[in-house]
Every structure is written in C-alpha cells, then in structure tokens.
C-alpha cells in the first residue's frame, strides 16, 4: 500500500522550515559526528515524514489504515508502517540517503507515528511496545537494505553502553508521557 501517494517530494536543504530533529551527536547516538550533508539529510526526510505523517490527509489515513491492519500487534503495526514510509521516502529521493541516516531518521519517525497511533487511540502503546517496535523496525529495514543478520548484530554490538543507556532513557521518558491506560 503507497503511502506517498500525492504527496510533496523531499523538501531541499534552505527551504525555510529551519532544523527538524537532534543535533549532530543525536543524530548518531552518541557514535561518529555526522557530517554536514548526514544532517541535512537527516532533517530532509524527518521534514519530508513529517509532511506526510500529518500534513497530508490522503497520506494520513494511509498510514492510518497501515497501522489498523495489525493492530492486534501494536509493535510490528507501527514498524511496518514506518519502515515502508521510510523505504519510500528512499526511494523518492532515488536511494541517496546516506546508510549512516537511514536508521536515525527512521527511528525519529517511529517516534512521529507512534504519537499518531496514540493520538488517535489506535490501541494501547506502553514501553514495551515502543521498544519491540523498534527491534522490528531495525529488523524490517535491514531485510528491505539487504544488511546481512551478522552485520546488524555487530552494529548493535557496536553501540557504546553509554549510547544503549541514552537510548533506554529517552525510550523511558517517552513512556513516561503516556497518559495511564484508560485514561485517555
């Protein structure tokens, strides 16, 4: 299912909108800096995402309706959705995202689509979920990049502890914001 159909394309660098996303050092989590033209790709496509996400109704119900179609599993819902914006979103700037923007990008739009899920009380979104929407997420789109299962292990290895705690700190505090169950 398209969900970039009748959309805008990836907006340019300079368009007026300003930084979308984290700084460099949040770009990559606490790995490398990124360069100047990962960044300004990072912020294209969360830009390009969020346009999509919610300001394009044709595009919004599609991921809606994406996200509806599993969503007695919320995490592989979520992930399936946001890697196919993602993979589209690749496709629609002809594959030139750097591979070093791909995985942070992706992650920033989970992010975005799990606000849309909650906002629209799709089903229920705790820690839990979030996190294992993340493990699928990484898994669907190192399938759909042909990056080898001993590749993706080794970049996860890779991850200093302090990067893998800042990472399970921001996922806490975004479970944090979540109103209790019920509640809503």
Do not use: C, W
Not at 52 to 69: C, D, H, Q, T, Y
Not at 146 to 155: F, S
């Amino acid at each position: 299912m398209p969900i970039l159909q009748d959309t805008a394309q990836v907006p340019n660098a300079g368009d007026g909108q300003g930084p979308v996303g984290p700084s460099d050092s949040e770009m990559t989590q606490g790995t490398e800096q990124s360069t100047p033209e990962e960044q300004d790709f990072y912020e294209r496509i969360v830009l390009a995402g969020d346009k999509i996400i919610f300001g394009n109704e044709k595009a919004r119900e599609s991921i809606v309706k994406k996200l509806k179609l599993d969503a007695k599993e919320p995490a592989k819902s979520l992930a399936d959705a946001t890697s196919l914006l993602m993979v589209q979103l690749d496709e629609q700037t002809g594959s030139t995202i750097p591979e070093t923007v791909i995985l942070p990008a992706a992650a920033e739009l989970l992010e975005h689509v799990i606000e849309l899920a909650d906002s629209l009380g799709l089903f229920p979104i705790d820690d839990a979920v979030v996190n294992r929407a993340g493990q699928l997420m990484v898994s669907n789109l190192s399938e759909a990049y042909g990056v080898q299962p001993e590749d993706l292990q080794a970049m996860v290895d890779s991850v200093p502890p302090e990067a893998a705690q800042q990472i399970v700190r921001e996922q806490g505090n975004f479970a944090n914001k979540q109103p209790p169950q019920g509640a809503q």
